[in-house]
Nanobody, 121 residues
Framework: QVQLVESGGGLVQAGGFLRLSCAASGRIFRINAMGWYRQAPGKQRELVATITSGGSTNYADSVKGRFTISRDNAKNTVYLQMNSLKPEDTAVFYC???????????????WGQGTQVTVSS
């Protein structure tokens, strides 16, 4: 079994910052891409940022220059540093990882349980 456990969400004022963490554990052979997605009330889940195993990153236009994704491969952990937060960043943030559980087995998508980020104006 594979688990993704997120932490770091909370309530912050506009202009503030938060750092999200997501640790993968369980039966893991290899982790390919990892990423963060978010879902605001009444909206579809959207991509925030992704990072490959080699460190290449991709960001949604709405967060470029404010958010930074990083990962620690030794700890199977991905981070999202969020600066200059805006009320429109309010959402449940979900961690995602493409994980191969064993040698020779294809990778599967796994999701965390989500962590609430609320930005007050």
């Amino acid at each position: 079994q594979v688990q993704l456990v997120e932490s770091g969400g909370g309530l912050v004022q506009a202009g503030g910052f938060l750092r999200l963490s997501c640790a993968a554990s369980g039966r893991i052979f290899r982790i390919n891409a990892m990423g963060w997605y978010r879902q605001a009330p009444g909206k579809q889940r959207e991509l925030v940022a992704t990072i490959t195993s080699g460190g290449s990153t991709n960001y949604a236009d709405s967060v470029k220059g404010r958010f930074t994704i990083s990962r620690d491969n030794a700890k199977n952990t991905v981070y999202l540093q969020m600066n200059s937060l805006k009320p429109e960043d309010t959402a449940v943030f979900y961690c995602n990882a493409e994980i191969s559980p064993r040698v020779g087995v294809r990778s599967y998508d796994y999701w965390g349980q989500g962590t609430q980020v609320t930005v007050s104006s």
